[in-house]
């Protein structure tokens, strides 16, 4: 089956400094790529649709200059969280949409724990 | 705006009784509707999905009901499994052009042995 991987599965960093996600489609082209963040006990909030040779585009409340999202590839997304701040911890997840396949069909990475010290 | 679960209810259930969990959509216009299976730590499981123009339809020990007049949308788990303990989100997709896939607010499933 489709996978998706992302890297790092987790990570502690200092507050200020800069953390990049990757989500990588394994065995499939992806045009389009979706992250969100889940905070404890909550659900899944979409922040960007991640688009390939695109901007990404940001839902309503999401700071798309702290939340950089770059679709280099077919194949690859990344969310680059800047200046970290405590408040940014959180369980970030994307989902890639297979380019040959149905609207409907979604794969999802394993996602990305953040903790900012 | 969008359908997001600010805390999650629980649901416990006894080992081999079915489980029904419930979810309320928020766009009239969603086309697509998807109940997803979350373990702790882990991406979400796609589970079973319904297009809009159905309004019922089972998989392996699942079920989904759509009642599109009150956007409303079940999932039954018949049987339920101590393997079944996990969180569930419905999702709605709307036909626009972005396609974009929305959770709604979550249900924990205990399962009791």
């Known amino acids: 089956g489709a996978v998706v991987s992302q890297h790092p599965s987790w990570v502690i960093c200092k507050s200020g400094t800069s953390v990049k996600i990757e989500c990588r489609s394994l065995d499939f082209q992806a045009t389009t790529m979706f992250w969100y963040r889940q905070f404890p006990k909550q659900s899944l909030m979409l922040m960007a649709t991640?688009?390939?040779?695109?901007?990404?585009?940001?839902e309503q409340g999401v700071e798309k200059d702290k939340f950089l999202i770059n679709h280099a590839s077919l194949t690859l997304s990344t969310l680059t969280v800047t200046s970290a701040h405590p408040e940014d911890s959180s369980f970030y997840i994307c989902s890639a949409r297979d380019a040959r396949g149905l609207v409907g069909e979604l794969f999802f990475g394993e996602g990305s724990r953040l903790t900012v010290l | 705006g969008e359908s997001v679960g600010l805390h999650l209810p629980t649901l416990s259930v006894q080992e081999g009784d079915n489980s029904i969990i419930n979810c309320a959509y928020s766009n009239s216009a969603s086309d697509y509707f998807i109940w997803y299976k979350q373990e702790s730590g882990k991406g979400p499981q796609f589970i079973i999905d319904?297009?809009?123009?159905?309004d019922k339809r089972q998989g392996q020990r699942v079920t989904v009901l759509l009642n599109k007049t009150v956007k409303h949308l079940s999932l039954q788990i018949a049987a339920t499994q101590p393997g079944d303990s996990a969180v569930y989100f419905c999702?709605?997709?709307?036909?626009?052009?972005?396609?974009?896939?929305?959770f709604g607010s979550g249900t924990r499933l205990l399962v009791r042995p």
């Open positions: 319904i297009r809009s123009n159905m």
């Open positions: 991640s688009n390939e040779g695109s901007k990404a585009t940001y």
């Open positions: 999702a709605e997709i709307g036909m626009d052009s972005s396609y974009k896939l929305i």
